[in-house]
């Protein structure tokens, strides 16, 4: 699927522009010059910045299709994964708590690489080794409380 860059410009330029307007409604922090929302404005400022270069390419390029399919999209197994994959992240959010984070990504992680073809024992290794760095980095190093499920 090829989706035109002024699209996708003009995407990230909403999206900037949306995060900003909330942050900058986030409450200041007394006696520090950065705060709460010192982050999602820089985040905000990027997004904008990248909507503007790859809008400007877009235009650029002129107007063919703004949207083109290919051949590969219409494929079966693919409609399927992509589905797995919308439905699987909706479930993994809804049951965040009851499922964890390991067991969850690790789950839908193996599920997508065998719906895609990936049944090599080194593809399916993959799923372990970047969920359990991403744990390690969210939970121990940046001290995000992820729920860890019924496994521990």
Same mark, same amino acid.
């Given at each position: 699927m090829r989706i035109h860059d002024t699209l996708i410009g003009a995407f990230f330029l909403l999206l900037g522009s949306y995060i900003i307007f909330e942050a900058v409604r986030f409450p200041a922090m007394p006696g520090q010059a950065i705060g709460p929302g010192t982050f999602p404005m820089v985040f905000g400022a990027v997004f904008l910045v990248g909507g503007l270069i790859v809008g400007r390419s877009g235009l650029a390029q002129g107007?063919?299709? @703004?949207?083109?399919?290919?051949?590969g999209w219409r494929h079966a197994d693919r409609a399927i994964a992509a589905a797995v994959a919308v439905l699987?992240?909706? @479930?993994?959010?809804?049951?965040f708590e009851q499922i964890g984070f390991i067991f969850g990504a690790i789950a @839908?992680?193996?599920v997508l690489?065998?719906?895609?073809?990936?049944r090599n024992w080194l593809?399916?290794?993959?799923p372990f080794v970047f969920v359990g760095v991403v744990y390690y980095a969210m939970a121990r190093l940046l001290l995000v409380p992820l729920p860890t499920g019924p496994l521990f």
């Amino acid at each position: 699927m090829r989706i035109h860059d002024t699209l996708i410009g003009a995407f990230f330029l909403l999206l900037g522009s949306y995060i900003i307007f909330e942050a900058v409604r986030f409450p200041a922090m007394p006696g520090q010059a950065i705060g709460p929302g010192t982050f999602p404005m820089v985040f905000g400022a990027v997004f904008l910045v990248g909507g503007l270069i790859v809008g400007r390419s877009g235009l650029a390029q002129g107007f063919s299709r @703004l949207v083109e399919i290919n051949d590969g999209w219409r494929h079966a197994d693919r409609a399927i994964a992509a589905a797995v994959a919308v439905l699987g992240t909706l @479930l993994f959010a809804v049951f965040f708590e009851q499922i964890g984070f390991i067991f969850g990504a690790i789950a @839908l992680m193996l599920v997508l690489y065998v719906l895609l073809g990936h049944r090599n024992w080194l593809w399916l290794a993959v799923p372990f080794v970047f969920v359990g760095v991403v744990y390690y980095a969210m939970a121990r190093l940046l001290l995000v409380p992820l729920p860890t499920g019924p496994l521990f």
